[in-house]
C-alpha cells in the first residue's frame, strides 16, 4: 500500500521559515509527478507547488512564487518544500500528492500555523 508520510509543519512567526518533508513508500517515486497542496480553514483544497518525475520542472502558484521552493530526492523517494517569508494566509494543513496517469495518492497533511 503506497504511502506519503509528511512532516515539519509547526507554528511560525510571520516572516519565518519552514521546511516540509514527505517520504513515500512503495511506489515508483522517480515516475510519479510529486505535488504540494495547502487547504486553509474553510477553504478548498489548492495547489501550492508541483514538481514533474523525471526533468523535475517545477511549478507554483501565484501566491507563493518566489518565496516556497519544490524539490524531490528520488534516491531517497522524498520531496520537500521549503517555505520562507512566511505570511499569516499561508496558514493551512499541507498535503504531499503523488500521482501519474489515473494514480493519485495523499498523505495525511500537516499543520502550518503562521502566527506572531
Known amino acids: 500500500q503506497v504511502q506519503l508520510v509528511e512532516s515539519g509543519g509547526g507554528l511560525v512567526q510571520p516572516g519565518g521559515s519552514l521546511r516540509l518533508s514527505c517520504a513515500a513508500s512503495?511506489?515508483?517515486?522517480?515516475?510519479?509527478?510529486m505535488s504540494w497542496y495547502g487547504q486553509a480553514p474553510g477553504k478548498e483544497r489548492e495547489l501550492v507547488a508541483t514538481?514533474?518525475?523525471?526533468?523535475?520542472?517545477?511549478n507554483y502558484a501565484d501566491s507563493v512564487k518566489g518565496r516556497f521552493t519544490i524539490s524531490r530526492d528520488n534516491d531517497k523517494n522524498m520531496v520537500y518544500l521549503q517555505m520562507n517569508s512566511l505570511k499569516p494566509e499561508d496558514t493551512a494543513v499541507y498535503y504531499c500528492?503523488?500521482?501519474?496517469?489515473?494514480?493519485?495518492?495523499w498523505g495525511q497533511g500537516t499543520q502550518v500555523t503562521v502566527s506572531s
Open positions: 512503495k511506489l515508483i517515486f522517480s515516475t510519479y509527478r
Open positions: 500528492n503523488a500521482e501519474r496517469g489515473q494514480s493519485v495518492f
Open positions: 514538481i514533474t518525475s523525471f526533468a523535475g520542472r517545477t
